[in-house]
């Protein structure tokens, strides 16, 4: 306590926060969100239910952004009086909580800070995310389970909604792969730092000689489509194909064939769903993926940078992205950014934020130097 220089700190959060206002642009945000208001009073809004969709979900998008800005310099403000209130009453309780609040809300405007560089086309969109074992057996399997556990931890912690469409078990145990919806505004600019391969490094508890063993899983993230996005696939070029839903052990989930697999005939995309208990809700659910998958395939070929938006990646040797180690130490480490954490339980339970932030920064950075 005795060592914080309030009056320097304060200060620099609030020469911070002018700059996200500025980035962000608020008084614009409020001018639209005042446009959109009147739309969405209108009586014949939702006549156009696509434009209704857009206009509802840009303005609560808006309505969010404002609230948590307004939020955070609210409590910039109070911390100043609460510093003032203890210095001058020598209160050390007042003091004592200053220094807890200053942290809280440092970490909560550093946050803000890194949602102004996620400005590409559509980071902020929702999230899908695929999860495929790579080379390693059943290790491999075992570590897209424990990632798959890591990302939806991370989302619960942040009262996200997770959406799960389809799990793909392992014979022995984990998962060949699995495919799930993060619905959060930004969660694509936000996890689209997360494709590539992750690789693991461990005693592995399937081998009963108790030797080290690496494995390999790999990461794609691609953004949830709109209703208002210009996809359109002609029947033709989709197979359908409907099987019986299992789960771990080969137990049936359905007693009917109500699981779903489209493969994209020209591309080769393949998605599947079986998390609803009707075929026709799979086979929709289904064609949203696919969707999402083939405008992430079209932008990143028309920007040539097909790996770096798909995550398309051989989950192996020489092209991970981040190391989780648990022997002979214990250290989570990027390779791009090299932030690392030195207790990957804490990151396998979803404390991700460090490495996220990290992540979008290091990508900023490389985006310009390539420009």
């Known amino acids: 306590?005795?060592?914080?220089?309030?009056?320097?700190?304060?200060?620099?959060?609030?020469?911070?926060?002018?700059?996200?206002?500025?980035?962000?642009?608020?008084?614009?945000?409020?001018?639209?969100?005042?446009?959109?208001?009147?739309?969405?009073?209108?009586?014949?809004?939702?006549?156009?239910?696509?434009?209704?969709?857009?206009?509802?979900?840009?303005?609560?998008?808006?309505?969010?952004?404002?609230?948590?800005?307004?939020e955070l310099s609210g409590r910039i403000e109070d911390l100043e009086v609460l510093v003032e209130l203890g210095v001058e009453e020598g209160d050390a309780d007042s003091m004592a909580e200053a220094e807890r609040e200053l942290a809280r809300v440092k970490k909560a405007v550093e946050q803000l800070e890194v949602r102004t560089l996620l400005s590409g086309e559509y980071d902020a969109r929702e999230a899908l995310?695929?999860?495929?074992?790579?080379?390693?057996?059943?290790?491999?399997?075992?570590?897209?389970?424990?990632?798959?556990?890591?990302?939806?931890?991370?989302?619960?912690?942040?009262?996200?909604?997770?959406?799960?469409?389809?799990?793909?078990?392992?014979?022995?145990?984990g998962l060949k792969s699995a495919t799930f919806a993060i619905h959060a505004p930004y969660a694509y600019g936000t996890l689209s730092v997360e494709a590539g391969t992750h690789r693991l490094v461990r005693i592995s508890p399937f081998d009963n000689q108790g030797r080290r063993q690496t494995s390999f899983a790999a990461v794609e993230v691609v953004p949830v489509l709109e209703q208002t996005d210009e996809i359109e696939i002609p029947d033709e070029e989709i197979r359908t194909d409907v099987y019986r839903s299992g789960g771990p052990g080969g137990q049936s989930v359905n007693t009917t064939d109500s699981a779903v697999r489209l493969t994209h005939i020209p591309t080769g995309v393949v998605v599947s769903c079986q998390n609803e208990k009707s075929q026709l809700q799979n086979k929709a659910s289904a064609m949203v993926v696919l969707k999402a998958k083939l405008l992430a395939r079209k932008k990143a070929e028309e920007k040539a940078h097909l790996d770096e938006m798909r995550g398309d990646v051989q989950a192996s040797w020489g092209d991970q992205m981040r190391n989780y180690v648990l022997n002979p130490y214990q250290v989570v480490k990027d390779l791009r950014t090299s932030y690392e954490v030195g207790n990957p339980q804490a990151v396998f339970d979803g404390d991700l934020d460090g490495f996220l932030e990290a992540g979008i920064r290091w990508r900023m950075g490389a985006e310009k130097t390539d420009a």
Request: glycine share 6%; proline share 1%.
């Open 129 to 173: 995310v695929t999860i495929r074992a790579g080379a390693g057996g059943v290790d491999a399997a075992d570590f897209a389970e424990t990632l798959m556990r890591m990302y939806t931890r991370w989302a619960e912690q942040h009262k996200y909604p997770v959406e799960v469409f389809d799990t793909s078990y392992a014979e022995e145990a």
């Open 1 to 70: 306590m005795a060592g914080i220089d309030y009056d320097l700190e304060i200060k620099q959060l609030q020469a911070t926060m002018r700059t996200v206002e500025q980035v962000l642009d608020i008084d614009a945000m409020r001018r639209e969100i005042a446009e959109l208001g009147e739309q969405v009073g209108a009586a014949d809004l939702w006549d156009d239910q696509a434009n209704a969709t857009r206009v509802t979900g840009r303005l609560s998008l808006l309505q969010g952004q404002v609230d948590r800005f307004a």
